[in-house]
């Protein structure tokens, strides 16, 4: 798959500009080094905990126009394109705070987020706040969520069956069913922990259903995730 580049945007190079000179100036090494090891090292941090870093970054939007579908996708590309978490953490909390201005295409720009440096930390909020409202609001998209809960690479596998975790009753309840008996077997944790939690959070909504999905299929169902699908639901 085709890299995709950031596009240019005058709205883009001031985020940016702000964004590292706020952020940088904000680092601390001590407190960057435990938040990595957290994250199992998978990238470096500024060592900015997540309140302070909110309050910078109404800094760096203060008095700065309304994003554009251009903007945002230039951002979060340039923020991932950084080594530091922080950097995409800021790109995650203003997809979503404009995620009505993303339109379909925007699909392809996710799943280079999730696949570039993927971890949960990333990936869940990519893929229940970003994605899910993408496919709830084209759902033409679902056929590409079908493909997505096939793929070899396990964060997008992961993001497919999260990506309904918002809807409530409004979840397509056979496709994620489907999903979670397709991906059953699958030997890595993160993919049987997304069942479980998918099933769970679901079950807040049909608990019934859910019970019984998870009695008919407890002999193809990892361990793990009965658990996590029956947490809250009464025997």
Wanted: charged letters at 25%; one cysteine or more; glycine letters at 4%.
């Amino acid at each position: 798959m085709a890299v995709i580049a950031a596009p240019p945007s005058v709205l883009a190079d001031t985020v940016m500009s702000r964004l590292t000179d706020v952020y940088g100036a904000a680092a601390d090494p001590e407190r960057a080094a435990p938040m990595r090891a957290y994250m199992k090292d998978v990238a470096p941090f500024l060592g900015i905990p997540s309140p302070e870093r909110r309050q910078l970054s109404r800094t760096v939007l203060e008095g700065l126009p309304r994003p554009d579908e251009r903007d945002l996708t230039a951002v979060a590309l340039r923020c991932w394109a950084l080594p530091e978490r922080e950097y995409a953490y800021f790109a995650i909390d203003w997809l979503r705070r404009h995620g009505r201005r993303l339109t379909s295409p925007f699909l392809a720009v996710a799943r280079q987020l999730i696949t570039t440096v993927p971890w949960w930390d990333t990936v869940d909020l990519l893929a229940s706040h970003v994605v899910g409202g993408l496919v709830a609001a084209d759902p033409k998209l679902a056929a590409t969520m079908d493909a997505w809960s096939e793929d070899p690479d396990l964060w997008v596998a992961r993001t497919a069956l999260l990506h309904q975790l918002r809807y409530k009753e409004a979840t397509d309840a056979e496709r994620l069913f489907g999903y979670c008996l397709r991906r059953a077997g699958h030997p890595d944790f993160f993919v049987r922990k997304a069942i479980g939690w998918a099933l769970r959070e679901y079950a807040k909504t049909d608990p019934g259903a859910v019970r019984a999905f998870v009695v008919a299929h407890r002999d193809v169902l990892a361990p793990l995730s009965v658990r996590e699908a029956l947490k809250n639901v009464e025997p």
